[in-house]
């Protein structure tokens, strides 16, 4: 199971912020929440992840909720490029956890976003 | 740098025919993995290689599917017999640190069985 409930498309006007949600309400302490992309025809590129604290990089931030169980990315200036399928994974992270199915990189269907001009 | 290479980009097939796919990960990228897409759907993990070892091969349907990772750098997976069923993307990625910061994907070969 992918243990996260993303809407299945959004909408977003080119130049305005894109609000990506998604929900884990079953996250445990150890596992954080990722973010990939997927453009068509390509394969999945990493946006952020993060634990608990807010995360930014230079194409996104990640809002993550003070109890854990949903969390926001948020592309602060979309651009038509950004049109994608974008997904919400949590599992667990550190080297010392890379055992176990709880490890996997596990996807969903996602959210398409798409960008209008 | 280059990125993760796979290959063909594109493989059609008649059905019961054998096929396989070569990936190349990042120089240094200790981790491979191999990942099915259907249409639709989010990458599902087949294989996952710790250098020469597979350390989790659990969702590798091993009646038809095998790959192999020798001297822990490129991999090749195979599918003989192919079936209809198997029409997908199969995606390629790898990561220095076993994943906990970022897989690396490749674009994919997208395998059509007829």
């Known amino acids: 199971d992918a243990k996260t409930t993303q809407p299945p498309s959004m909408d977003c006007a080119e130049g305005r912020a894109a609000n990506l949600p998604c929900n884990h309400s079953t996250i445990s302490g150890n596992e954080y929440v990722y973010w990939y992309r997927q453009i068509h025809s390509q394969g999945p590129q990493y946006i952020i992840h993060g634990l608990k604290n807010n995360e930014t990089n230079e194409m996104a931030s990640l809002i993550i909720t003070e109890d854990r169980k949903s969390s926001t990315l948020i592309l602060p200036h979309a651009t038509l490029r950004d049109t994608a399928v974008y997904y919400c994974i949590v599992r667990v992270g550190g080297l010392e956890n890379s055992g176990g199915s709880n490890y996997k990189l596990t996807f969903g269907k996602g959210t398409l976003l798409t960008v209008n001009p | 740098e280059a990125g993760v290479v796979q290959s063909p980009r594109y493989k059609i097939i008649e059905k019961k025919q054998p096929v396989a796919f070569w990936c190349n990960p990042i120089?240094?990228?200790?981790?491979l993995y191999w990942y099915l897409q259907n249409l639709g759907q989010g990458p599902e993990l087949l294989i996952r290689y710790e250098n020469e070892e597979a350390v989790d091969d659990s969702q590798l349907p091993k009646d038809r599917f095998s790959a192999e990772r020798l001297k822990g750098v490129d991999s090749t997976l195979k599918i003989q017999p192919a079936e209809l069923g198997d029409s997908a993307v199969y995606l390629c990625a790898s990561s220095y640190d076993r994943g906990f910061g970022e897989l690396f994907f490749g674009e994919g070969s997208r395998l059509t069985v007829l």
């Open positions: 120089s240094g990228h200790n981790t």
